[in-house]
């Protein structure tokens, strides 16, 4: 079973309107951290918010926000207000205690002028 | 603080050849982790070195391999290659490697190309 899923190969928005990116894991550990990395066309991966599993608040940084739903099982990334550079690829990651990190396949953000 | 460095960028590499890259992490990073990039695939984890050990491997043949030295600089080969190795390669650095909140910082990647 896939550990990370990423429904969406492609998403688009229109600048400065909120998109929200989906995630869900699967996982029986009680214990768990979520990341959410950009990756521009460059190729580099930019860390861009992590949430643990006994966060009990949604985690923000700056226009990114986290919707966190424990039962769910699903870790939906925000970004409000997108901005004509947020177009890139958006992976939702997923570290368990001690191992690496299960990445998902990536949703392809497009933000329209 | 300077970030994870790779080289080289960019490679081109005909079948059957070998090939090393190079990764340098983030200064008082122990932890490397080596990922490929495919389209197809995504990010599927190759390795895992902390203090000059493999601690995780994932699922590829033995034809990858890697090794860290003692300042963390990690470097992994792939002999024989094939055209489905064709691939960005990504290092990532952690300070220690095994904690939950610890981000792993990724460098700019190698472009492999195998003709």
């Known amino acids: 079973a896939q550990k990370i899923t990423q429904t969406q190969p492609g998403m688009f928005v229109q600048e400065k309107e909120a998109v929200t990116l989906d995630c869900t894991y699967d996982?029986?550990?009680?214990?768990?951290?979520l990341f959410w990395y950009k990756q521009p066309s460059s190729g580099e991966m930019i860390f861009l918010i992590y949430q643990g599993s006994y966060d009990e608040q949604n985690a923000t940084e700056g226009r990114y926000s986290l919707n966190f739903q424990k039962a769910r099982k699903s870790a939906n990334l925000v970004i409000s207000a997108s901005q004509l550079g947020d177009s890139a690829m958006y992976f939702c990651a997923m570290r368990e205690q001690g191992n690496q990190f299960y990445f998902g396949t990536g949703t392809s953000l497009t933000v329209i002028p | 603080k300077a970030g994870v460095t790779q080289t080289p960028r960019y490679l081109i590499k005909t079948r059957g050849q070998q090939v090393t890259l190079s990764c340098s992490p983030i200064?008082?990073?122990?932890?490397v982790s080596w990922y490929q990039q495919t389209p197809g695939q995504g990010l599927q984890f190759l390795f895992e070195?902390?203090?000059?050990?493999q601690r995780n491997k994932g699922n590829f043949p033995g034809r990858f391999s890697g090794r860290q030295f003692s300042n963390s600089r990690s470097e992994m080969n792939v002999s024989t290659l094939e055209l489905g190795d064709s691939a960005l390669y990504l290092c990532a650095s952690t300070r220690w490697g095994g904690g939950l909140q610890e981000t792993q910082y990724f460098g700019p990647g190698t472009r492999l190309l195998v003709l």
């Open positions: 070195y902390f203090s000059e050990t």
């Open positions: 996982t029986s550990d009680q214990s768990y951290g």
């Open positions: 200064s008082g990073h122990r932890s």
